[in-house]
C-alpha cells in the first residue's frame, strides 16, 4: 500500500518536474521560439532540422506540436510547412530519454537548492532559470525513486502477474501506452516510467519497446486537441501527426523483436537499450519520410479536405 502511493507521488514529481523545466525554459526563449518555427521551417529539412533543436531545448514535442497547430491555425505557417517540425520533434523527443539515463544523483541536491533560491528572485527570467533547476531536481529524483519502487511493487502478486501479461502479450503493451499518454499527455513520462521499471527487471525490452511505441500514437492526442476549432490548417496538421505516427508504429510492429536485438548491442543496460530504440524508431520514420514529405502533405490534403462539389 505505502509502496504504491509512493509510486503515485513520485509519478506526480515527475510531471510537475516536466511541466517545471518545461516551462522555465518556454519562459525564456518564448518568442524565439515562434521565430523559428515561423522563419526557419520554409523547406522539409530545415523543419526537421529546427524541430529537432526546438523539441530537444524545451524536451516536449506536445509542446512544439500545439505550437505548431496554432500558428498554422493562425496563417503564420502553411501546413505543408508543418510536416518537418513534427518529423523534426519525434526526433528532439528522444534527447529527454537519452538524458533520464544519465547518472546525475550528485546534481539533484545543487539543483534544487539553486532553484530554489532563484525562484524567489523579481526578475521573470531569473524566476525561470529557477523552474528550470528545480524541474531538472524533480525529474532525476523522481526517475530513481521509480527505479526503487519498481521492484517492490512488482512482489504484489496483482501487479505481477499482470506484469507477465504485459510481457507476453506486446498489443497489450501498445496499447498501455497508448492509454497512459494519452490520458497524462506525455509520453516523455510515460516512457521514462517504462525504463525505471526495465532498470528494476520487472518488465522486458520488448514490452518497454511496445510501450514506447504506443505512447508515440497516444501524444497524438495533444495536437489534437489543439486544433479543435482552430480551422482547416490547423486540423489539417492534427491529422498529419496521427498518420504519421499510427503508420511509423505499424511499421515497426512486426519488428520489435529485430529493434531489440539491435539495441541490445548497443548498450548493456535495458533503460537505455530503450532510450536507443526510440531513437534508432523515431529517427528511421523521419528520414523515411523525408524526401516525400510534400507528397505525405498532399496526400493528408486528399484525405482530410472537403472534396469540392
Not at 93 to 106: C, P, R, S, V
Not at 109 to 121: E, H, Q, W
Not at 148 to 164: D, F, G, K, Q, V
Not at 215 to 231: E, L, R, Y
Request: glycine content about 8%; charged content about 5%; proline content about 3%.
Amino acid at each position: 500500500m505505502l509502496h504504491g502511493i509512493a509510486f503515485i507521488f513520485f509519478i506526480l514529481c515527475f510531471l510537475f518536474g516536466m511541466a517545471w523545466l518545461r516551462s522555465g525554459l518556454f519562459n525564456i526563449a518564448n518568442q524565439k521560439i515562434k521565430t523559428w518555427l515561423h522563419y526557419l521551417t520554409s523547406t522539409p529539412v530545415k523543419g526537421v532540422m529546427t524541430g529537432t533543436v526546438v523539441t530537444a531545448f524545451i524536451h516536449s514535442s506536445s509542446a512544439v506540436m500545439v505550437l505548431t497547430v496554432g500558428l498554422a491555425s493562425s496563417g503564420l505557417i502553411p501546413f505543408r510547412q508543418t510536416i518537418g517540425i513534427m518529423l523534426g520533434s519525434n526526433i528532439g523527443t528522444t534527447f529527454t530519454l537519452e538524458m533520464f539515463t544519465l547518472d546525475m544523483n550528485y546534481l539533484i541536491v545543487p539543483s534544487m537548492i539553486i532553484g530554489c533560491v532563484l525562484y524567489f528572485f523579481r526578475s521573470p527570467q531569473i524566476r525561470s532559470s529557477g523552474m528550470i533547476f528545480i524541474g531538472f531536481g524533480l525529474i532525476f529524483t523522481s526517475i530513481r525513486a521509480i527505479q526503487w519502487l519498481a521492484t517492490p511493487l512488482t512482489t504484489h502478486e496483482s501487479l505481477r502477474s499482470y506484469m507477465i501479461q504485459v510481457n507476453e502479450h506486446l498489443v497489450l503493451a501498445l496499447l498501455i501506452g497508448c492509454v497512459l499518454t494519452a490520458i497524462i499527455q506525455s509520453s516523455t513520462v510515460v516512457t521514462g516510467v517504462t525504463m525505471g521499471f526495465l532498470a528494476a527487471g520487472s518488465i522486458d525490452l520488448h514490452a518497454g519497446i511496445a510501450i514506447m511505441l504506443g505512447a508515440n500514437v497516444g501524444t497524438c492526442i495533444t495536437a489534437f486537441i489543439a486544433s479543435i476549432g482552430g480551422g482547416t490548417q490547423a486540423k489539417l496538421t492534427a491529422y498529419a501527426h496521427i498518420w504519421l505516427n499510427v503508420m511509423g508504429v505499424a511499421l515497426f510492429i512486426p519488428f520489435i523483436p529485430i529493434l531489440g536485438s539491435v539495441v541490445g548491442t548497443l548498450a548493456d543496460s535495458a533503460d537505455l537499450q530503450l532510450a536507443h530504440a526510440s531513437v534508432l524508431f523515431n529517427l528511421i520514420c523521419s528520414l523515411l519520410v523525408l524526401p516525400f514529405a510534400n507528397s505525405f502533405a498532399r496526400l493528408i490534403e486528399k484525405v482530410h479536405l472537403p472534396k469540392k462539389s
